[in-house]
């Protein structure tokens, strides 16, 4: 789902102008002085020779004598050059976020906004909407669903003939099923008390509930199974909370074998702020019938034993299941026009009062629909060399009909990159729906071959309309192929599809995203193998899977190369499309394609929620004569505070103008690096290109050797407390 922090950007605007300033008046007049008082690490290191050349301002080059204080005869090799461009546009931190000749994308002038080429041309295709020739997945599901729609009392009937297939090497006796519209049920529900009634900034409506309720439930033969029916609550004990039911079998189903259970249902829809409801005759059927848990054997996700995977809904949780066919019908009234996941098996019939839809899909791991009378409906079909044949089809809010052309070369692109980039798009049908302005709380969320895009608000959004497309439709990929754990691994969800989206939005639109303020925002690291709901708030969770989860990527490209990186990526998803993997199935895949250990790396920003954090916290410069030379010993010490980083740029410059660019290979957690020259130390900046992702607090990662002390402590109590204050008016 795609996570924006919208109302809060115009804040975090203002904290990142205060903030900026904030350190550039920093950069200008403090300074550093003495060491701190406390006694250096035992363990520190001078890794510099002892002679390397500098260039002055003029060009010219000067001797520079690096005089180390150890004899340990460790050296550092020389920092690379610092090219003004490169394959990431300026290292400088001046970027705009934009490409070469891409202009800023303004909100309030859309003429300022990148003109993307258009998106490649379709090769001739007729895409065939029919069921796959072989399957592509376990399928250890079937569904034949029906559902029908009371429009006026917001109410779906539905039933469920599922089959379930017993994966492990065990007997199960138990079957578990979520019932997730309960999460709106009342504000007790798990949902309901985490999220406080809002996700993102859409918020419950006050009495306005929804819920599920099973109306009867019976093996195939009739055995009926509403006695064997309870609630539990294996996350929280929250007796109020009824989205996780467990049934038990009359027998064990055997390994390999096959249930069947019939069930039926009625969902009441609550007014949509997270994901599933309506928002006046548009409706959004997320996650509506009763869903079969994941039962995992020995070996997935690294499980030892064999057992199901059991959660609730939580605020900040999404989704798990097994991939499966899925045969639906759905009966609507004759007005409306239905999206839904899958293909049409056949015309919709029309009795003039109702229609009804008959829709299939296969290897899929979930069916959504999406129905509204109001719906402007364009299709197109699309096929590149790394695309077969697709469907595009748009469900347009009538608002947005003028816009039907930009929400189809964002699915154009999205679908030609992300195929030729990871794998081809394997079905045969793709839908876009935009709600309403007020149904927001059902845009940015992605379901197997449907995606909805945000609420038709306004009518000429920027580009961030394309970008929560591309987004979502990412997510066909990671998520709707890839099927990691949603409840336990949001990062390999979320963090893989911002990292693609990222990338296709530079490819296609000419905007990049600016790494180094979107660092800055990481004020709550935490680790990204963690349970969604383990995190404390919304905010950390999607700073977490979302934002840093897309730069520990990154990091990983930086270190390993742009093209070893799409390699790698692929190679995950060839290896475990319509599979479920784990974090450490992608640690193995990054490990077997650089060739080296990635241990260290994970364990502190994956299995961890370590940033990298590089300081300098003193500077000592004093005359010093030697072989009858004036020469001043300028003394520096530097401090790691977080994680380690494979080669640390520093930048030294000097009073005559002299400066030298060096590389700390950065594993210890203090330096002391004496540099003998003719002229005193002017400055020290650690990677003063940005070239380090993870790095997060560049406050403290430069310092002026003089400084009045006087403007000195003046300032550092400013800026301290004038970021204490903005920072606390945008606690949420």
Excluded at 44 to 62: I, M
Aim: aromatic share 12%; proline share 7%.
């Amino acid at each position: 789902m795609k996570n924006v922090f919208q109302s809060r950007m115009i804040a975090w605007s203002t904290v990142l102008l205060i903030t900026c300033g904030a350190a550039l008046l920093t950069d200008r007049w403090i300074g550093g002085g003495a060491f701190p008082s406390d006694t250096p690490a035992a363990g520190w290191k001078l890794p510099f020779g002892s002679h390397a050349t500098a260039v002055r301002e003029d060009g010219s080059v000067n001797p520079l004598l690096l005089k180390p204080t150890s004899s340990n005869g460790r050296t550092v090799v020389e920092a690379p050059a610092w090219p003004d461009t490169g394959p990431y546009g300026r290292m400088d931190g001046s970027s705009t976020g934009l490409t070469a000749g891409a202009r800023p994308v303004s909100a309030a002038v859309r003429a300022e906004e990148p003109i993307a080429p258009p998106a490649p041309p379709s090769l001739p295709v007729k895409p065939v909407e029919k069921p796959a020739p072989k399957p592509l997945s376990a399928r250890i599901v079937e569904y034949h669903l029906n559902a029908e729609l009371n429009a006026e009392g917001k109410l779906i009937t539905g039933t469920s003939s599922l089959t379930w297939k017993n994966p492990g090497a065990l007997p199960v006796q138990e079957l578990y099923f979520h019932l997730y519209p309960n999460a709106f049920s009342s504000k007790k529900s798990t949902f309901m008390k985490e999220s406080g009634g809002k996700l993102r900034s859409d918020e419950s409506k006050a009495g306005s509930f929804g819920g599920m309720e099973i109306a009867s439930m019976k093996l195939e033969d009739g055995t009926d199974l509403a006695s064997r029916i309870s609630y539990v609550q294996p996350d929280d004990d929250n007796k109020d909370d009824k989205t996780l039911i467990k049934v038990t079998l009359p027998k064990p189903v055997m390994p390999g074998e096959k249930t069947t259970l019939n069930t039926a249902f009625t969902v009441q829809l609550p007014a949509v702020f997270a994901r599933m409801g309506y928002a006046g005759d548009f409706v959004m059927a997320g996650q509506w019938f009763p869903k079969i848990a994941v039962y995992e054997p020995a070996g997935t996700r690294g499980r030892t034993e064999e057992g199901w995977n059991l959660h609730q809904y939580h605020g900040n949780s999404e989704f798990y299941a097994n991939f499966g066919i899925y045969d639906v019908k759905i009966k609507v009234p004759s007005v409306y026009t239905v999206a839904a996941t899958g293909f049409p098996t056949k015309p919709a019939v029309d009795d003039g009062t109702t229609k009804t839809y008959a829709f299939y899909a296969d290897d899929v791991h979930d069916f959504a629909w999406s129905a509204s009378p109001n719906f402007v409906y364009y299709e197109e079909p699309y096929a590149t060399q790394h695309l077969p044949g697709v469907k595009i089809k748009l469900y347009l809010d009538p608002k947005h009909e003028h816009l039907k052309a930009r929400y189809m070369t964002a699915a154009k692109k999205a679908l030609a990159r992300y195929s030729e980039w990871y794998g081809s798009y394997p079905y045969s049908t793709l839908s876009v729906v935009v709600p309403p302005a007020d149904g927001n709380g059902a845009g940015g969320m992605e379901y197997p071959t449907l995606v909805t895009a945000w609420g038709a608000a306004e009518e000429d959004p920027s580009l961030e309309l394309e970008r929560v497309v591309v987004h979502e439709i990412g997510h066909q990929f990671f998520y709707g192929m890839v099927a990691s754990n949603e409840f336990e691994e949001a990062w390999l969800d979320e963090g893989f599809t911002s990292y693609a989206e990222d990338r296709l939005m530079e490819a296609e639109y000419g905007v990049r995203s600016n790494l180094l303020v979107e660092s800055s925002y990481i004020t709550d690291p935490d680790a990204l193998m963690k349970n969604s709901w383990s995190y404390h708030g919304h905010s950390q969770y999607a700073e977490n899977v979302y934002t840093r989860a897309k730069l520990v990527l990154k990091a990983i490209e930086r270190q390993v190369g742009q093209e070893k990186m799409n390699r790698l990526m692929k190679s995950y998803f060839q290896r475990w499309k319509f599979k479920h993997p784990s974090t450490g199935d992608f640690q193995k895949v990054v490990e077997e394609s650089t060739g080296s250990s990635w241990k260290e790396f994970f364990d502190q920003y994956i299995y961890n929620g370590q940033m990298v954090d590089y300081a300098v916290t003193g500077i000592q410069t004093r005359k010093v004569t030697e072989n009858g030379q004036t020469l001043y010993e300028n003394a520096v010490q530097i401090r790691r505070l977080g994680g380690t980083h494979p080669g640390v740029p520093i930048r030294f410059h000097f009073t005559d103008g002299t400066q030298l660019d060096k590389t700390w290979e950065g594993t210890d957690s203090e330096v002391i690096m004496k540099l003998n020259y003719t002229s005193p130390l002017k400055w020290v900046a650690i990677d003063p290109q940005h070239t380090i992702v993870l790095e997060n607090k560049r406050i403290n990662s430069f310092m002026k050797t003089e400084v009045d002390p006087k403007v000195s402590v003046r300032w550092n109590l400013g800026v301290t407390k004038l970021l204490e204050t903005v920072f606390g008016l945008l606690a949420w």
